[in-house]
């Protein structure tokens, strides 16, 4: 299995502001993928991040509103941009483990925008 | 692209009784399922996988899936439930074959009563 640690847990933001969450793996990973979880609702796939080069995005989601970081193999930053209201969801960091097909998630990071 | 289907939104349950979650899938092949809990504020927990071979799979903390092609379903069971189950309940699938992006189903939020 894989620890992933994610920082921060939960925090409260004022609308306009950007917050970068922080992912670290126990282990060297190829890919890291951040997903989104709004309230009540399933998760939602905002990015691959692959180290070495640009995060990959999924349709709805681009890279000014989510700027994403991969500077190593077990490290990754998911931004939230100029936050609204809207954006207060919980994010979510997990890796894969290739054949496998298992993916491993973080706890999250709880965000709520004012 | 692959997707699950989950149609029972919330679900309520007596403790020691059986549990059965539905789950179906869209996809011709035979398609990497898998089954996630997500307990209250924590992160998501990998109950149990299928990728080929024996159709019913035993998981974590109890829980089984059978794999039932003719009906293109995947449901979650178990036997006897306790209070500690109560949490929300998601099936994925690959959202294309090769690569490991999950999509999830909408959930099922899993009520226990004493």
Known sequence: SAVISQKPSRDICQRGTSLTIQCQVDSQVTMMFWYRQQPGQSLTLIATANQGSEATYESGFVIDKFPISRPNLTFSTLTVSNMSPEDSSIYLCSVGRGATGELFFGEGSRLTVL | ?114
């Open chain 2, 1 to 114: 692209a692959q997707s699950v289907t989950q149609p029972d939104i919330h679900i309520t349950v007596s403790e020691g009784a059986s549990l059965e979650l539905r789950c179906n899938y869209s996809y011709g092949a035979t398609p990497y399922l898998f089954w996630y809990v997500q307990s209250p504020g924590q992160g998501l927990q990998l109950l149990l996988k299928y990728f080929s071979g024996d159709t019913l799979v035993q998981g974590i903390k109890g829980f089984e899936a059978e794999f039932k092609r003719s009906q293109s379903s995947f449901n979650l069971r178990k036997p006897s439930v306790h209070w500690s189950d109560a949490a929300e309940y998601f099936c994925a699938t690959f959202t294309n074959f090769g690569n490991e992006k999950l999509t999830f189903g909408t959930g099922t939020r899993l009520t226990i009563i004493p």
